[in-house]
């Protein structure tokens, strides 16, 4: 199946503000970045912080961007290569863009998203253990998928698996991380944890119970 294609458009400015003074353009509402890639001589630029969250959050860092470099009447064609934000508040801090040629293929990191619900965990026999949350592919850069659903629905019961080469991988698209690697497991619960479940259920039966008494007290109450 083909990759849908979503247009993603940016504009950023060129910026003049460099090393230790870039503080002046966060201050500003603004985020510091870089345009580097094919056929483009590097160039720092800045770019509102809102309009850059709102294309990251739909865009992320597998989605082809048209980003355009102040009045350039040329979009260039990027990926959001890297984010860099602060360690304790997770702030914005710098951004590099990285200009693709659309004809060469490149390796990139795609997230793994689980889907479905296994019956071994829905019946509290199992822990459920994801071991790999990216895999790496190649293809082009139209072809990239943005992420890689992974269904757990068949893992019902312990011991159970999915490793990458399970994985179903959309056309021209090649998978890079090793096939004999494990990406999900259904692992047996511990007896910490196997209590630890009994005790959640109790106490939902428990405010289940006392949340019915309530509206069946309240019913009669009306009813008078």
């Given at each position: ?192 944890q196997a209590e630890e479940v009994a005790e959640a259920e109790a106490a939902a039966e428990e405010a289940s119970a006392e949340a019915a008494e309530a509206a069946e007290a309240e019913a009669e109450e009306t009813g008078?």
């Amino acid at each position: 199946m083909a990759k849908e294609t979503k247009t993603f458009e940016l504009v950023v400015e060129p910026r003049v503000i460099t090393g230790k003074a870039s503080r002046k353009v966060r201050r500003r509402g603004l985020i510091p970045g870089v345009v580097y890639g094919h056929k483009v001589e590097s160039q720092s630029v800045q770019v509102r912080k809102k309009e850059f969250e709102h294309i990251y959050l739909r865009a992320g860092s597998t989605n082809l961007v048209d980003l355009t470099v102040g009045d350039g009447d040329k979009p260039h064609k990027v990926f959001i290569h890297e984010v860099q934000r602060t360690a304790v508040k997770h702030d914005l801090m710098h951004v590099d863009f990285l200009v693709v040629n659309l004809r060469e293929e490149m390796t990139v990191g795609v997230p793994l998203v689980l889907v479905g619900e296994s019956p071994a965990v829905e019946k509290n026999e199992g822990l459920l253990l994801q071991q790999t949350e990216h895999v790496m592919v190649k293809a082009l850069p139209m072809n990239i998928p943005s992420s890689i659903e992974v269904d757990i629905s068949g893992l019902d019961e312990v011991g159970k698996g999915i490793h990458v080469s399970d994985l179903k991988l959309p056309e021209n698209v090649t998978l890079m991380t090793p096939s004999e690697e494990l990406v999900v497991r259904i692992n047996e619960l511990s007896r910490a944890q196997a209590e630890e479940v009994a005790e959640a259920e109790a106490a939902a039966e428990e405010a289940s119970a006392e949340a019915a008494e309530a509206a069946e007290a309240e019913a009669e109450e009306t009813g008078q």
